[in-house]
């Protein structure tokens, strides 16, 4: 599959995703559970189709190509480390437990994951 379909099909899963977040949020109940969890999954695959994209872009214009090579897992990896970053703390303020300690440790760890995940990889 070219990068290009790729993307289309990224894109379509945008719209889609934020349409059901739109959809979900207007007109469900946030008292139930499994409302909430529906919730947390479109915030998800809304916020890594989004900004998968922005990081492909951002990787193309400030990286050598050459070291870069247009590696769309990559984009996708950060993209989803990103959403996972602003899901876990929508999730601790769904349970009053979001504090800028807690946001900065969850920061922390992710960061250390894409650290990790760069080094093994070069």
Do not use: K
Request: hydrophobic letters at 60%; proline letters at 2%.
């Amino acid at each position: 599959m070219g990068n290009w379909r790729l993307w289309a099909i990224s894109s379509i899963l945008c719209v889609l995703s934020w349409l059901g977040l739109a959809y979900v949020v207007y007109s469900t109940d946030p008292g139930i559970a499994l409302n909430r969890l529906a919730f947390l999954a479109l915030l998800f695959v809304a916020l890594l189709t989004t900004s998968a994209p922005l990081a492909h872009f951002l990787h193309l214009r400030f990286t050598d190509p050459r070291s870069y090579r247009s590696d769309v897992r990559r984009s996708f990896r950060e993209g989803g480390l990103a959403a996972l970053f602003f899901v876990l703390c929508a999730w601790l303020q769904m349970s009053q437990a979001l504090n800028w300690i807690n946001a900065l440790l969850v920061l922390t760890a992710l960061a250390l994951m894409e650290a990790f995940i760069l080094v093994r990889s070069s």
